[in-house]
């Protein structure tokens, strides 16, 4: 026998057999360094090198799963949690994940179950599980609900890589992606395994259809992640989020700048988003600036949004003193142009949780993305009424807007029926796509009551119905209207859609126009929306019947009711251009009668005041004080009244002048 070669051959053998365990440490160790320094796609790609090789160990297991849920691969993540659970020790936190990426994926009747044993597992926090449980009961509920929009992919805006965040922009759109810019020198972002975020702009080339996306000015386009943004108006300014490397000391804050991940640091350096400003001088993009409350060494900003007025910009941070991991805030224009020092949007829009992606319809409605107020899944996208911080009405806007996945960056166009909005929903890796949308409005009839308002001789005002109104009625957005004449009961009846704000114009000859604002409620479970108009006759010295403004006793301050009623007042000289009237105040008989008429006279100065703060020219106004002389019941001196009854002396009163 051949000694040397049996020799050899033993030595082979226990080389090739000795070099896997070797090499799967060392391809562990490399897919470790890589998942402490938020690399997660480039550590996915050596742990998934390991798991064939050797039995994955919890630590592996959950870092697997990890990974594979902080990129977004939802199904990838619920198959390692899976597995991560079959380990005696692992922490209980990995059920509320697991249950998380069970909704995520649409098993909303296993998650429930897991969201029971997260609960039962962790009793301090038995309410933020039954939070979860309760938000997908109402998912599984929701789901029967018939379909709130038409949605489609946008044809040639998509790349297969992310594409995210539209906004307008001249006759077209502005939108993040990560697609490839095919420069050799291209840098990959080790968390997601592809190219830097960078914003491009597309036209519209046909229906549904985009011409081929364009990166913007370099001047936009910095280093690394670029987008999403907002412009102008006018499209002169452009305001973007960009992301920024830094080193901190704090080893527990926020690193990831697409998802605002928590997660303690193994590296000294974080990303963290800011919002610049940059203008444009002919075709070029040009003077980029940074948002004053910028500052990477604390918290982020970004996603920003501008009201439709163009005076408040919104945009989503994690600043210290939020309700949760991030919240939407806002800052208000100066009289200088600079932008005022951030407030919170309060608790009804912000939550535990994230609330990230504002924008506006053109009625001023807020859009943003939540994963904390009742959803389907993941991020939602939600509606507000509202401004500033005072909003109210929080609505999920329901399948198929929204999904079991990520769905965020609502868009609404001017006619308020139709935008643009992006989504996970159809990707295994977690990459995100743009969609266009169309609601589907339910029909409702908006019945419109016209009334004639007069006073008889001892001051009563009687209504009655007044027909032959011709009636304009029209959408807020759109250009179309339908004119409609009101019958002989004073009645018209029109078929409208919930979820549109209509406005109504009623004009007849020798009657003063009228005009109202209607919305037509979405959640309301009646089909029917009632308005009433009531004219008055433009006739010299005629009086316009007024409600509620009256005045507190001894004081000629406006009180809010009477604010409301004014700016009724306010709609009406709008309305008729050419009216001129008298503000006649009125006072109770429980002063003296030179008190009375002095006290009556500020009254009407501070009425008439009023409406000029509105904008009314003050040609067109008169204020007229009559102290107690026009009482309009047997209140006087001596007798003794009610203050109701006493307080209907202390009015205001419209007299027409010409």
Not at 239 to 259: A, E, G, Q, S, Y
Not at 276 to 289: A, L, T
Not at 543 to 572: G, H, M, S, T
Request: charged share 25%; glycine share 6%; net charge positive.
């Amino acid at each position: 026998m051949n000694y040397k070669f049996t020799l050899i051959l033993l030595l082979s053998l226990l080389v090739a057999f000795g070099s896997t365990p070797a090499s799967a440490q060392s391809e562990l160790r490399k897919a470790n360094r890589f998942y402490d320094s938020f690399e997660y796609a480039l550590a996915l790609a050596q742990y998934e090198k390991v798991a064939p090789k050797k039995e994955p160990a919890l630590e592996m297991a959950e870092r697997m799963a990890h990974a594979y849920r902080l990129t977004d691969n939802t199904a990838r993540a619920e198959e390692w949690y899976a597995k991560v659970l079959q380990f005696p020790k692992a922490n209980p936190e990995n059920i509320f994940y697991y249950a998380k990426m069970l909704r995520t994926n649409g098993k909303y009747a296993e998650a429930r179950n897991q969201y029971v044993s997260y609960g039962g597992r962790v009793p301090a926090q038995m309410a933020k599980a039954n939070k979860m449980i309760a938000a997908v009961d109402k998912a599984i509920l929701w789901q029967k609900r018939p379909p709130s929009a038409v949605v489609n992919l946008a044809e040639g805006l998509n790349s297969g890589n992310a594409d995210f965040g539209p906004a307008f922009l001249d006759n077209g759109l502005v939108f993040a992606s990560d697609r490839s810019t095919g420069d050799k020198n291209e840098k990959i972002y080790g968390w997601t395994g592809r190219p830097y975020l960078k914003l491009y702009t597309s036209t519209k080339a046909g229906n549904n259809t985009w011409s081929k996306p364009t990166l913007i000015t370099t001047a936009v386009n910095a280093e690394y992640h670029n987008g999403p943004a907002t412009a102008t108006s006018n499209n002169k300014t452009l305001f973007f989020t960009r992301t920024n490397l830094v080193r901190v000391k704090d080893p527990n804050i926020n690193n990831d700048p697409t998802n605002w991940v928590v997660k303690p640091l193994a590296s000294d350096y974080v990303n963290r988003l800011e919002i610049f400003s940059v203008e444009r001088q002919g075709n070029e993009w040009v003077n980029v600036k940074p948002f004053a409350y910028n500052k990477v060494t604390d918290y982020s900003v970004g996603h920003p949004a501008l009201s439709p007025d163009g005076n408040l910009l919104y945009f989503a941070s994690d600043m210290p003193g939020g309700q949760g991991e991030t919240d939407i805030y806002f800052s208000e224009k100066q009289a200088d142009g600079s932008w005022g020092r951030p407030v919170n949007a309060g608790t009804v829009i912000n939550t535990s949780g994230k609330e990230e992606f504002p924008a506006f319809g053109p009625d001023g409605t807020l859009y943003f993305a939540s994963d904390q107020h009742p959803g389907f899944g993941g991020l939602d996208i939600f509606s507000a009424k509202g401004a500033r911080a005072d909003w109210k009405e929080v609505r999920n806007m329901y399948a198929p807007l929204n999904s079991a996945k990520d769905d965020y960056g609502m868009m609404m166009d001017a006619t308020g029926e139709e935008g643009f909005f992006s989504s996970n929903r159809g990707s295994q890796n977690g990459t995100a796509d743009i969609y266009t949308f169309r609601l589907i409005k339910k029909p409702a009839i908006l019945v419109v009551t016209t009334l004639e308002s007069r006073r008889n001789a001892k001051g009563r005002t009687t209504l009655t119905p007044l027909p032959g109104v011709r009636l304009r009625l029209k959408p807020q957005n759109p250009a179309d209207s339908v004119i409609a004449l009101s019958n002989a009961k004073g009645r018209h009846n029109f078929e409208v859609k919930k979820g549109f704000v209509y406005g109504i114009l009623g004009t007849k000859e020798f009657y003063l126009t009228q005009s109202a604002v209607v919305p037509v409620d979405t959640t309301s479970k009646s089909d029917t929306v009632r308005v009433t108009l009531t004219f008055t006759r433009n006739k010299r010295d005629n009086i316009v019947a007024l409600d509620n403004i009256y005045f507190d006793l001894d004081k000629y301050e406006i009180r809010p009711d009477a604010a409301l009623e004014l700016d009724k007042v306010v709609q009406l000289l709008k309305d008729n251009p050419r009216l001129n009237i008298e503000m006649g105040s009125h006072c109770d008989s429980r002063e003296a009668e030179g008190y009375n008429q002095k006290l009556s006279e500020n009254r009407a100065r501070a009425t008439v005041n009023y409406l000029i703060s509105k904008g009314i020219n003050p040609k067109r106004l008169t204020a007229k004080g009559y102290g107690e002389t026009r009482l309009v019941n047997d209140c006087y001196d001596g007798v003794s009244c009610s203050e109701e009854e006493h307080q209907r002396n202390r009015r205001t009163e419209l007299k027409i002048k010409s």
